[in-house]
């Protein structure tokens, strides 16, 4: 099973992006997806949660400026930043619970650089 970001890049104060990732191999089921991030010199930290039913917990720090969803047909999870703010700059990981033909077991992305400076 592979975990594919894609989406980042730079952007000015005020500004958005939107964070896509794919999950591919023989995957049976996909249970929880978060997206993490981490600054430099900081630890990595949860930013939102979607259950498969499409429950969604956000931190407090990115509460209605981000928006979560997924599309279990294709097995990919999606991040929406607004309003973006310097503080938003770290590496953007994906996260995944998903079940292969054995169990259960996690799987984590390669990380997509976020960057928000004026």
């Known amino acids: 099973v592979q975990l594919v970001e894609s989406g980042g890049g730079s952007v000015q104060p005020g500004g958005s992006l939107r964070l896509s990732c794919a999950a591919s191999g023989s995957i049976v089921e996909t249970n929880v997806m978060d997206w993490y991030r981490q600054a430099l010199g900081k630890e990595r930290e949860l930013v939102a949660t979607i259950t498969s039913g499409g429950s969604t917990n956000y931190a407090d720090s990115i509460k209605g400026r981000f928006t979560i969803s997924r599309d279990n047909a294709r097995n990919t999870v999606y991040l929406v930043m607004n309003n973006l703010r310097p503080e938003d700059t770290a590496v953007y990981y994906c996260?995944?619970?998903?079940?292969?033909?054995?169990?259960?077991?996690?799987?984590w992305g390669q990380g997509t650089q976020v960057t928000v400076s004026s």
């Open positions: 996260y995944g619970r998903i079940r292969t033909s054995g169990s259960w077991s996690d799987y």
